[in-house]
Nanobody
Framework: QVQLVESGGGLVQPGGSLRLSCAAS????????MGWYRQAPGKERELVAS???????NHRESVKGRFTISRDNAKNTLYLQMNSLKPEDTAVYYC?????????WGKGTLVTVSS
């Protein structure tokens, strides 16, 4: 019955900010990788940022300096702080948490950046 529940998406003007959160509705034992993916209209899903073994990795040059991934292990919650948003950031954002045996996905939350 474990599910990932995402929140924080919505409509924002260019230059604005949003914070996405992803929390497990149940206990997930041994999470060792967490990440945020996104899929823009007409494009493939891409990894944006991840946390693995305590190391933070930004996978897209386009979001460096603007997006920050963080986590709260006690709550099994993942965050993505998004600043200086651009129209090209418009996408469905997905949360992922992985253990050595299973991968969990959220259903996605839509972020629309438009004036």
């Amino acid at each position: 019955q474990v599910q990932l529940v995402e929140s924080g998406g919505g409509l924002v003007q260019p230059g604005g900010s949003l914070r996405l959160s992803c929390a497990a509705s149940g206990s997930i034992f041994g999470v060792n990788v967490m990440g945020w993916y996104r899929q823009a209209p007409g494009k493939e899903r891409e990894l944006v940022a991840s946390i693995s073994g305590g190391a933070i990795t930004n996978h897209r040059e386009s979001v460096k300096g603007r997006f920050t991934i963080s986590r709260d292990n006690a709550k099994n919650t993942l965050y993505l702080q998004m600043n200086s948003l651009k129209p090209e950031d418009t996408a469905v954002y997905y949360c992922q948490m992985s253990t050595s045996f299973m991968i969990y996905w959220g259903k996605g939350t839509l972020v629309t950046v438009s004036s």
